[in-house]
């Protein structure tokens, strides 16, 4: 019984996200983890109509 309610206070933890143009062709998505303060940066940038996925910086600093 306590595994389920430590997986289910897990599965509550939502993730937050914000995103922001950083120019017309980047787009930078900054995650949020809600109990361990780090953040993790995905930049896209647009290629013709469509968008991909150029960088993903980690919080390794935080990590250790």
Avoid: C, D, M
């Avoid at 120019?23 to 940038?45: A, D, G, M, Y």
């Amino acid at each position: 019984e306590q595994q389920q309610t430590q997986a289910g206070a897990q599965a509550k933890e939502k993730l937050s996200y914000r995103g922001k143009y950083q120019s017309f062709n980047r787009f930078t998505v900054e995650i949020h983890h809600p109990q361990k303060l780090l953040s993790i940066n995905v930049i896209l940038q647009r290629q013709g109509l469509s968008w991909k996925v150029t960088q993903i910086v980690l919080p390794i600093e935080q990590l250790k």
